[in-house]
């Protein structure tokens, strides 16, 4: 299981003219034309080799294009460019150092013990959902709902607040269960319970957070297709940001102007009070999503679209206008009512960075294996098992990169079984505590923002003395 496409793993050969007229005269004068194809005299184009062979040629392809970065001539080139190619040359030879080696004998018994891994999950009975155990989470989230409610109803507002924000952190985890069909594992069902829970209750899009999650899954951490690490001009968690590099999932360039350059370089200081209200965000990338129609529009989710419709005007009614339209009399109340349950959610979006933008960002190509780039990209957040329900299972974010429909109470287990395999295999398993975690956080953000400082004195640099570029 790796990134190499199927039709990379063959060798081709040049189509003569003659080659055509002979196949086709023998198979015509041999039987009709339902039978074609069962023919020997008719000889694929396509002529499957060892894969081997083809991969080593693409390893060595990958090296030397990674090597020819180191003897990039700066008077050659201009030195944004040499600047930015030598700093990402070296965070390849980094991982290719620390990480397994990209040959193909290695990545295919990573990838045959992978397998193997499932199945023991799989034998082990992780896959299985354990529904009492949403029988607690269920009763956590009425409590919480209820003890918001009754407070604003005896006017302690800001505390009713608190407890509203604090349910909506926790009803995240469950939506995010079942858009990976981690509840049933049946993709209707599944989904209705997604959106009930993020739409009617939490007035997100689960149909845009499907999108735009699937994709993260696929290409962890890579900067011109992840869009959970594309945030410019907010933040930058690589270099490589400072090329206004194209989104493929934005489809537009995420273009570093005076704005980001002024953004990336205070991104440390920044971070945590961007995040406290980054759940505003998640409103207009929902609005968006539906109202510009970005969801399927045939095949069986195209009614999903309608039905998220409706649970936005549901949330809007009964938080917009019988919460704090009815409930809350002056409009100071109402302000700071909606900061404080908005803010109390900003625990989950530190989760959600936490697991990445400390971790590698760098390409090692097709070469590479699917476990070994999950792991290479995704760390797990080291904390006690009666903590669980406050990271909701995304402390176990490397596991469940590995293994998205594993249910996320089975999570803790499954980690032993996930730390092995690491081992038997060589592969570094990322795991640290929170506060550790956010430490490797903030410091990459710092010294991206540092690299955005050098980078900004060097040009200024050349454009008071050109000579320089010379």
């Keep these: 299981m790796s990134f190499l496409p199927p039709i990379q793993g063959g060798s081709f050969r040049l189509l003569q003219e003659e080659d055509v007229t002979t196949e086709v005269t023998e198979e015509e004068d041999a039987q009709p034309d339902s039978s074609i194809g069962s023919s020997p005299a008719q000889t694929p184009i396509f002529e499957p080799v060892e894969s081997s062979t083809l991969r080593q040629r693409n390893t060595r392809d990958r090296s030397e294009s990674v090597s020819s970065v180191s003897s990039i001539d700066i008077g050659d080139t201009p030195p ?43 034998d082990e009975g992780l896959y299985q959902c354990s529904y009492s155990s949403y029988a607690i989470e269920l009763t956590r989230y009425t409590l919480l709902l209820a003890t918001s409610m009754a407070l604003v109803h005896f006017g302690w507002y800001a505390s009713g607040a608190v407890f509203l924000g604090a349910f909506w952190h926790q009803l995240v985890f469950t939506a995010h269960d079942a858009g990976h069909m981690g509840i049933t594992h049946n993709y209707t069902i599944d989904t209705v319970m997604g959106i009930i829970v993020a739409d009617f209750l939490g007035g997100l899009s689960l149909g845009w957070w499907k999108r735009s999650h699937n994709v993260h899954h696929i290409t962890t951490n890579h900067p011109e297709h992840d869009p959970d690490i594309e945030l410019m001009p907010f933040f930058a968690i690589t270099h490589r940001f400072f090329e206004s590099l194209t989104s493929t999932y934005h489809e537009r360039v995420m273009a570093y102007d005076a704005f980001s350059k002024v953004m990336v370089r205070a991104q440390h200081w920044l971070y945590y009070p961007i995040l406290t209200l980054g759940r505003f965000n998640l409103y207009i990338l929902s609005w968006e999503y539906l109202l510009r129609g970005q969801g399927p529009r045939k095949g069986p989710a195209a009614w999903h679209r309608w039905l998220e419709l409706s649970g936005q005007v549901f949330f809007w009614t009964w938080f917009g206008y019988f919460l704090l339209w009815r409930s809350i009399p002056t409009w100071t109340a109402r302000v700071v009512f909606v900061l404080i349950s908005h803010m109390i959610t900003s625990p989950l979006h530190v989760q959600i960075t936490l697991s990445h933008y400390a971790m590698s960002t760098a390409d090692l190509g097709v070469a590479e ?69 956010n430490k490797m956080v ?10 955005a400082a050098i980078l900004a004195n060097c040009q200024a640099a050349m454009i008071e003395n050109p000579e320089l570029a010379h």
């Design 369 to 437: 294996s699917f476990p070994q780039r999950m792991l290479r990209t995704t760390m797990d957040v080291d904390c006690p098992q009666w903590l669980d329900f406050f990271h909701g299972g995304l402390q176990f974010q490397a596991i469940h990169h590995l293994y998205p429909r594993i249910p996320r109470h089975n999570l803790r287990r499954a980690q032993k079984l996930v730390q092995r395999f690491c081992e038997d295999v060589d592969i570094p398993y990322a795991l640290l505590g929170f506060v550790e975690g």
């Design 442 to 451: 903030i410091g990459r953000l710092a010294d991206i923002g540092r690299q």
């Design 80 to 122: 944004r460019l040499s600047l930015l190619d030598a700093r990402t040359k070296l965070e390849l030879d980094f991982d290719l150092a620390k990480y397994p080696s990209l040959d193909p004998v290695t990545q295919d018994e990573i990838t045959a013990k992978y397998r193997v891994l499932n199945q023991q999950i799989r």
